[in-house]
């Protein structure tokens, strides 16, 4: 199973998260068809962590989480559930920011998250 199938299956599988966004979970980009809000998530780097013996140890997903709704309430709550859902799974938090798309007339609350393999 893939970084990225994980994650969404752990969001999905989150009633906090669920609650607020169905399963509106998308990877690369979401739907035009798609319900307010939503969730889009995108690998933005992956780290392999070796040992001096050229061991793979580990590997690191970065993922931005964006959380898309109507309003800045909206989307900060659905960043909530997913922040909740990500702690309680032990992935960690590198940052949380806000923005506006004005083509789009919607506002997005943006999660940094590590996703150690």
Partial sequence: MSA???LRALLVATAGVTALV???V???RAEQS???PFVVFSRTGTDIEQSLFDE???TKAVFEVACW???RASAEAVADAVQTALVADHR???SRAGGYDGDL???VAVLSVDWWD
Avoid: Q
């Fill in 4 to 6: 990225e199938s994980e």
């Fill in 69 to 71: 709704a109507d309003n």
């Fill in 22 to 24: 169905g399963t509106r």
């Fill in 105 to 107: 007339d919607l506002e």
């Fill in 56 to 58: 793979v140890l580990g």
């Fill in 92 to 94: 960690a938090i590198n």
């Fill in 26 to 28: 998308r990877a690369e």
């Fill in 34 to 36: 798609d319900a307010r």
